[in-house]
């Protein structure tokens, strides 16, 4: 079958990490007879470059007319790059949310998996992480106090600033609806994350994901509060298969989540709508400081890419494979710079290689 992947390479290490993920999807199409299709997006400072904007109407349109995109990663030194001279709504990052809106993804999604081979990254002691821990966060993206109505006014010769809360049941009853269906996908356990015990919106949130659970009887649904779910990622990771929660909570405990699996570079995140479509990019960003040099990690797209596979094109077993090839290529030794052992610490086996070398160790896998 064919598929058609719309492609924002972007800017910094974007072009080299994403040039990776396709050589795997490749080998992927030619082993199971699948074809990829690209088309190459313009957004970021590549952009701004190229047509004065971060993000244009063409470019949006391109985006829609494709069955997934992958994304690299955009933006540049903010010291330094001559784009954040620019108002901000004119900046690289502009256009990531912008596409984000243009797009109605509204499900962000960020697995948290340790790999026993990157151990020692994990700043977790050995009888927490125990065999590992493997979850996935679903954060909601579009709703909640990030995009609440806000004002900053003087009262009584005091400033006073307020920032409002609001979710519909509309758009917690999709974004639980997702989380349900990708926990079929996993373990078939969600823990719904909120603050009821104070918070209106969470008791809304907690009422509309019980009666979506009905439909979902083969999946476990448990509640917990976030500043509970805060302390347990680091107490008991292993318990957790899907995370759900609201916008706010998903953005600290997503990064929370990832902070004990290691390096950046290993990171995935989808972004997906009501359909199938989905944008799929690694969580960090275009490191300028490596731009360039062929040492950037590929392996958090790649991983990206297998969650399209996943998610937006249902290839479980192909996405299985990718995920598979990464294990094997960091058992037999392989490492780029970002995860490469410390001082102190075991390097015997180990080779350290670069972004095209891991490319091609992940593609040989397959
Ligand atoms: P960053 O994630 O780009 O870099 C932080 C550190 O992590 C750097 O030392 C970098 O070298 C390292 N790193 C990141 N990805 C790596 C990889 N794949 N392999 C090896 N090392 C890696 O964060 P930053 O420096 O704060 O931001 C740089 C630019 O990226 C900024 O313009 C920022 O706005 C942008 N950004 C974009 C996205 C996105 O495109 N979604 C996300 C975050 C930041």
Redesign the pocket.
């Known amino acids: 079958m064919e598929y058609k992947v719309g492609v924002i390479a972007?800017?910094?290490?974007?072009p080299e990490?994403v040039a990776e993920a396709r050589k795997v999807l490749d080998r992927v199409g030619e082993k199971c007879g699948h074809i990829f299709s690209y088309t190459e997006i313009l957004m970021?400072?590549c952009s701004i470059d190229a047509c004065g904007e971060p993000l244009t109407q063409e470019a949006i349109a391109a985006a829609k007319a494709q069955d997934a995109v992958l994304?690299?990663?955009?933006?540049?030194?903010?010291k330094t790059?001559p784009?954040?001279k620019l108002p901000p709504e004119k900046r690289?990052?502009a256009g990531?949310l912008g596409i984000r809106k243009a797009l109605n993804l509204f499900a962000n999604l960020r697995p948290a998996y340790l790999y026993p081979e990157l151990r020692a990254a994990c700043p977790l002691r050995d009888e927490i992480i125990g065999d590992g821990f493997d979850m996935l966060i679903m954060r909601e993206l579009t709703g909640g106090l990030y995009f609440g109505e806000r004002k900053t006014e003087t009262v009584d010769g005091k400033v006073k600033a307020t920032d409002t809360l609001v979710y519909s049941e509309d758009e917690i009853r999709r974004i639980a609806i997702k989380g349900f269906d990708i926990a079929r996908k996993r373990r078939k356990i969600v823990t719904s994350v909120d603050k009821a015990n104070v918070l209106d919106s969470s008791r809304l949130w907690r009422k509309i994901v019980e009666e979506v659970a009905k439909d979902y009887p083969d999946v476990t649904l448990s509640h917990m509060l976030v500043d509970n779910c805060a302390m347990q990622l680091v107490k008991d990771p292993k318990q957790f298969d899907v995370i759900l929660t609201e916008n706010m909570f998903g953005d600290i405990l997503s990064d929370e989540a990832s902070m004990v699996t290691g390096?950046?570079?290993m990171l995935s995140s989808a972004s997906l709508n009501e359909t199938k479509f989905g944008l799929y990019?690694?969580?960090?960003?275009?490191?300028?400081?490596?731009a360039g040099k062929g040492?950037?990690?590929?392996?958090?797209?790649i991983l990206s890419a297998a969650m399209m596979l996943r998610y937006s094109f249902d290839l479980d077993q192909e996405a299985d494979a990718v995920e598979s090839a990464v294990k094997q290529v960091l058992k037999d030794g392989f490492r780029?710079?970002?995860i490469f052992p410390q001082k102190g610490e075991d390097a015997s086996g180990i080779k350290q290689v670069g972004?095209k070398e891991m490319g091609d160790a992940i593609a040989e896998r397959i």
């Open positions: 972007g800017d910094g290490i974007g990490i970021g400072g994304m690299g990663s955009i933006g540049g030194d903010a790059s784009w954040y690289p990052e990531l390096s950046i570079g990019e690694p969580s960090g960003g275009s490191a300028p400081d490596i040492i950037a990690n590929p392996i958090a797209t780029t710079i970002d972004t």
